[in-house]
């Protein structure tokens, strides 16, 4: 486990997937992650990070936001979630005050997720909600 300044978050998960770029999970952004922290404190239960940073090439690959999107900022994160906690989450997020969060809550239990971030306008509509 690398030590991380955020308590319950390994860096490995908040790093960068693509293995190339030299992500080391500290370029989350601070307040975001103190948020997070939060908020994972006041539900009660963990979150399993399927992507936080991404840097700009690989963002390019898997998200239709390209090169800017909102992970390659430090202040989005995707958790694994469905369900009845999927519900709790998404209504603290709202709560705590992330002003973006993406439902996506089809197909394989697995693979759904909600993403929270803390973007502000003119770059990123907020506060929004959406699905994929």
């Known amino acids: ?18 293995g190339q770029c030299g992500s080391t999970g500290l370029e989350m952004d601070n307040t975001f992650m103190k948020m997070i922290v939060s908020l994972r ?35 989005a994160m995707d958790i694994l979630i469905y369900g009845a906690q999927a519900r709790v989450l998404i209504g603290g997020a709202i709560q705590a005050g992330f002003g973006g969060v993406g439902i996506n809550q089809k197909g394989d239990m697995g693979g759904r997720f909600v993403h929270l971030d803390t973007l502000t306008a003119p770059d990123y509509p907020r506060p929004n909600v959406w699905s994929y």
């Not at 308590?7 to 908040?14: P, Q, V």
């Not at 006041?42 to 992970?71: D, I, M």
Request: with cysteine.
């Open 1 to 18: 486990m690398n030590v991380s300044p955020w308590k319950y978050f390994d860096l490995n998960e908040l790093k960068c997937k693509c």
């Open 41 to 75: 404190e006041q539900l009660g239960f963990e979150f399993v990070v399927s992507s936080a940073y991404r840097c700009a090439k690989y963002n390019l690959q898997v998200a239709h936001t390209g090169e800017n999107g909102p992970h390659t900022t430090g202040k």
